[in-house]
């Protein structure tokens, strides 16, 4: 039976998805934000029609491209978020280690680096930026806060304001260091920076007297 004009195969949510996949290697690559729609049809072995009929231009392009890594993220931001109940301090701290791991090893800078850096660069791609990279990643820190909360291990707070407060310079330092290449000619200890932040946050929002916990 002949499909409807204008119908969609089975797969082509999978196709799609595949296809941003394989194009956000070469989006992520040396000079990627720069690339033709030529470029990045070869990147993915296909054709820039193709491209076209699974992403209509450039622009929607770049937004699946930056809506695949946040379905690739779901898992392991979900994992971050989980915490160590009545130890606030060290789940903080455990959540920073786990951020730098990523951000270091697991390619986590380069793509919010270069993605912000589209965000700016392209206004079309800054809402797809923050709805499916950085708000995901504050929402990480946002889940944490509340449990904690929820625990009693720390004083009462809006998560998304604490989530802004406590990412915030951590995110600065990691493009500072890695990104802008910082730590070449002005090197930063980051593990000392984690733990005098940490220690910070908790002094603006403590954890009640009988849950503090001596520093480790």
């Not at 493009?175 to 090197?187: T, V």
């Not at 593990?191 to 220690?199: P, Q, S, T, Y």
């Amino acid at each position: 039976m002949a499909r409807t004009p204008g119908a969609r195969n089975a797969d082509y949510d999978a196709q799609r998805l595949a296809l941003a996949r394989k194009v956000r290697e070469r989006v992520m690559g040396p000079d990627g934000l720069r690339a033709s729609m030529r470029e990045l049809a070869e990147a993915a072995g296909t054709s820039v029609a193709t491209l076209k009929h699974y992403f209509e231009d450039r622009d929607g392009l770049m937004r699946a491209v930056l809506e695949s890594q946040h379905v690739d993220s779901a898992p392991y931001l979900a994992m971050a978020s989980i915490p160590l109940p009545g130890d606030v301090r060290g789940s903080l701290r455990g959540y920073l280690t786990r951020l730098k791991s990523a951000w270091f090893e697991y390619g986590v800078g380069v793509i919010q680096a270069r993605s912000l850096a589209g965000g700016l660069a392209m206004p079309a791609l800054g809402p797809t930026y923050v709805n499916h990279l950085l708000e995901p990643l504050l929402g990480t820190c946002e889940t944490l806060l509340r449990r904690h909360v929820e625990l009693g291990d720390l004083t009462p707070l809006d998560p998304r304001v604490g989530a802004l407060q406590f990412l915030a310079p951590v995110v600065l330092a990691l493009l500072h260091q890695d990104s802008l290449s910082g730590a070449s000619c002005r090197p930063l200890d980051l593990d000392a920076f984690f733990d005098a932040h940490v220690d910070a946050f908790l002094r603006a929002w403590p954890p009640a007297p009988e849950r503090r916990h001596p520093r480790a």
